[in-house]
C-alpha cells in the first residue's frame, strides 16, 4: 500500500491570484493590489497608489470571484477531496480594524464552501496568504505592531465562527518563513505587512527587493505572527475541537555544494533559518536551542525571546499538522564563483545536477523525498501535508484548442513518486495539494505567462482575454492520478 486509504488529492490557490473583483462587495484593498507585473528578468514593483494607466494584475486575475461553481466543477471532475483556497482578509474587514465584518465577503466564502460540499470536497483554508489589508499597513505598520495581533484574531474569530462547520482544515499564515528569506523586502510586505514610511509615500514604482527593510523590526514582527498564528490555533480548537490547524513553510530544500566541512555547516545554519526556525516554533512551541545566536549574529536582539507570556502561549498554540510547499532545491557553498539561480522567493546556489524550469527554479523529486523523511524524523508524530509543489512554464494553445504539457505532467509524475516513497517509509504524510491547478497570477513575477494550470485560462498580460477555461493534456492525466489514489501515473 502506498498512499493511505483517504489521501487527500487536490490544488491549491490564493484568493488574491485568482479572484480578481478586487473591490467588489465592499472589499477593501490589499497588499497584492498594490503590485504591478514583470518577468523572468523584471522584478515585480510596488507603487502605493492605484495608477488608472498601469495594469495591476491582482484586479481581475482569473476573475475566480465570478467563476468559482464553473472552477469547482472542473476540480471534482478530476477527483479531488481537497481544495486549498484563502479567504482575501480585506473581503471580511476591508479596513482591516472595522467594528463589524463585511456580511457580503462572509457569504461569498460560504458560497465558495458549499459548491465544494456538492462534490464532497474538503475545503483547505489559508487564513493569511500574503493578502495582508493596506490599512493594516498603512495605520499600524504591519505585524511590527502589537495591535494587529487582536485584528488577525477578530478576523480569524469572524471566520471560525461563520465557517465552522464547513471548513475543518485551516492553515494561519502562508509560507511564514519568507520573513527569513532575502534581506526584508519582499518577506517584509508580503509576509508582515511592514513597509517603512519613505517607501509608502514613494510616486514612482519600486523594486519589491528595493523596499527598505530593519531586520530589527522584521523579527520582532515575526515574533508577533508566530503569537497570532498560536492564539489562533488556541482559539479555533475553542470554537471547534474538530479543528486541524496547521503552519504553512517555504521549504527550500539545501544541499552542500561540496564536502568541504565548512559548507556542510553553512548549509545547516541556512537550513536551520531558512527552513526549520519557523517550523520547530509552530510544532514545538519554542524556539529551537540555536535561534538567540543566530539572531545575535544578524544583529538582531532577540528580547521577544523572553516574554514569559508569548513563551505560554507558544507552548499552549502549537498546531495539529505541517504543511509546507516544495518546488526546488538550492545549494549552499562557502566558495566564491559558485553559480546561483533563482528561486521561490530566493536565490541560491546552482546543482550541477539538476535541470531548472525557464525561471530558474531547479527540479528536483528526490529533494521531494529527502525533506519529507527529514521533517518526518524532526516532528515525530506530526501529519505532514505538502500543500503546494507545482511546474510554471509557458503552455503553446494548438489550432484545435488542445494544451500539450508533457513537462508539467513529467514534473508532477516524478514528484509523486518520491512522495510515494516517503510513505513506503513510513512517513505520515496527509495530503497533496499542486500549486496553481487553475492558470493564475504568479505571486512572484506578477505575469499570467507562468503558467501552472491543469486548467488553462485565456487571459495575458497584455490584458486581453475573455477568461474562458479549458483542460490541457495535464488534467487528464491528474483525473487518473486522483481517482487511482496516486497509483495509475502513466
Ligand atoms: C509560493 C506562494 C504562492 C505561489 C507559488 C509559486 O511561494 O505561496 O502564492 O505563487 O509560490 O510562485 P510564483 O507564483 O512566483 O511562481
Known sequence: MSFPKGFLWGGAVAANQCEGAYLEDGKGLSVPDMLLGGDVNT???????????????????????????????????????????????????????????????????????????????EPLVTICHYEIPWAIV????????????????????????????????????????????????????????????????????????????????TFEALHNEFVASAKAVMLGHEINPDFMIGNMICHITVYPLTPDPKDILACTVEDNFKNNLCGDVQVRGEYPVWARKYFLDKGVDPFFMDNEEDKKILKEGTVDFYTFSYYMSNCVTTHTGAETTAGNMSHGGKNPYLKASDWGWQIDPDGLEYTLEFLADRYPGVPLMVVENGFGAFDK??????????YRISY???????????????????????????????????????????????RHDDGTGDFSRSRKDSFFWYKKCCESNGEDLA
Request: hydrophobic share 35%; proline share 5%; glycine share 8%.
Open 43 to 121: 522584478p515585480r514593483t510596488f507603487l502605493p497608489v492605484t495608477d488608472p494607466n498601469a495594469f495591476y494584475p491582482s484586479h481581475e486575475a482569473i476573475d475566480f470571484y465570478h467563476h468559482y461553481k464553473e472552477d469547482i466543477a472542473l476540480f471534482a471532475e478530476m477527483g479531488w477531496n481537497v481544495f486549498r483556497l484563502s479567504i482575501n482578509w480585506g473581503r471580511i474587514f476591508p479596513n482591516g480594524d472595522d467594528e463589524e465584518p463585511n456580511e457580503a465577503g462572509l457569504a461569498f466564502y460560504e458560497n465558495v464552501f458549499a459548491e465544494c460540499k456538492k462534490y464532497n470536497i
Open 138 to 217: 498603512t495605520k499600524y505598520g504591519g505585524f511590527s505592531n502589537r495591535k494587529v495581533i487582536d485584528l488577525f484574531l477578530k478576523y480569524c474569530e469572524a471566520i471560525f465562527k461563520r465557517y465552522k462547520d464547513q471548513v475543518k482544515y485551516w492553515l494561519t499564515f502562508n509560507e511564514i518563513n519568507i520573513a527569513c528569506m532575502g534581506e526584508g523586502g519582499i518577506g517584509n510586505l508580503y509576509g508582515l505587512g511592514i513597509m517603512e514610511d519613505e517607501d509608502i509615500n514613494a510616486t514612482e514604482p519600486i523594486k519589491l527587493s528595493a523596499l527598505k527593510s530593519n531586520r530589527q523590526r
Open 397 to 406: 494553445v494548438e489550432e484545435d484548442g488542445s494544451i500539450h504539457d508533457p
Open 412 to 458: 508532477f509524475k516524478s514528484h509523486i513518486e518520491s512522495m510515494k516513497k516517503a510513505c513506503e517509509a513510513g512517513v505520515p504524510l496527509i495530503g497533496y495539494t499542486t500549486w496553481g491547478p487553475i492558470d493564475l497570477v504568479s505571486a512572484g513575477t506578477g505575469q499570467y505567462a507562468k503558467r501552472y494550470g491543469f486548467i488553462y485560462v485565456d
